[in-house]
């Protein structure tokens, strides 16, 4: 495996289901990224980790939990999810945590909320 | 915070033409990137651009930093670029660790 992988890559799952995104990336990188892209919005950063340490939350609410194991695994942990939560599920990562590092994203995880 | 606009939104062209898009934003930034994403979410890195010019075969992106603005041109254009294209910028630390994505530009290319 090369670059950044997540899985699964589509999920549908009701509004009292509890399920977990997983992304790893494979560069070497010590930051990692969660990112939502809802239809006809732009990405929005919901989530920010350096060396398995979470150092940004941009006003995410609680039925999203984020994990980090170590520094090439990122969980998203969703539970009691809404409709409106339905999005495409970005993970990223970059060499080290500063705005001017490149960040490479995964393939993303489609998620659907019944 | 910062804001990043993409023109145009929406862009046709027949296969072969050239085409330039453009990205404005409102502040300095450290970091300038062009993605592409693929009709399947994936978001491919096509340039990190804060300043300067790059090449990558029928891609080029130009940065002008001290006129707030980068452009993407696409050359010889072909059906697999079609996709969606994103300006995403970093600016200084006390913008937070994000980059700030602009709407994109949808580029359908017809055969």
């Known amino acids: 495996e090369t670059g950044v992988t997540q899985t699964p890559r589509h999920l549908v799952m009701g509004m009292t289901n509890k399920k977990s995104l997983k992304c790893e990336q494979h560069?070497?990188?010590?930051?990692m990224y969660w990112y939502k892209q809802s239809a006809k919005k732009p990405l929005e950063l919901m989530f920010v980790?350096?060396?398995?340490?979470?150092?940004e939350n941009n006003s995410v609410p609680s039925r999203f939990s984020p994990e980090c194991p170590n520094s090439s695994h990122l969980f998203l942990h969703l539970h009691t999810l809404q409709p409106e939560d339905s999005a495409l599920y970005l993970c990223?990562?970059?060499?080290?945590?500063?705005?001017?590092?490149?960040?490479?994203f995964g393939p993303g995880t489609r998620l659907t909320v019944l | 915070g910062i804001q990043v606009e993409q023109s145009p939104p929406d862009l046709i062209l027949q296969e072969g033409a050239n085409s330039t898009l453009r990205c404005n934003f409102s502040?300095?930034?450290?970091?300038l990137q062009w993605f592409h994403q693929n009709p399947w979410g994936q978001l491919i890195n096509l340039f990190y651009?804060?300043?300067g010019t790059k090449q990558n075969g029928r891609l080029s992106a130009t940065t002008v930093a001290t006129e707030r603005y980068s452009l993407l041109y696409i050359s010889s254009s072909q059906t697999t670029d079609s996709g969606v294209y994103f300006c995403?910028?970093?600016?200084?630390?006390?913008?937070?660790?994000?980059?700030?994505f602009g709407a994109g530009t949808i580029l359908r290319v017809k055969s």
């Open positions: 980790y350096s060396l398995e340490e979470r150092v």
């Open positions: 995403a910028v970093g600016g200084f630390m006390e913008y937070g660790n994000k980059l700030v």
């Open positions: 651009i804060p300043s």
């Open positions: 560069l070497g990188h010590n930051a």
């Open positions: 990223a990562s970059s060499q080290r945590l500063n705005y001017y590092n490149e960040q490479f």
């Open positions: 502040d300095s930034v450290n970091n």
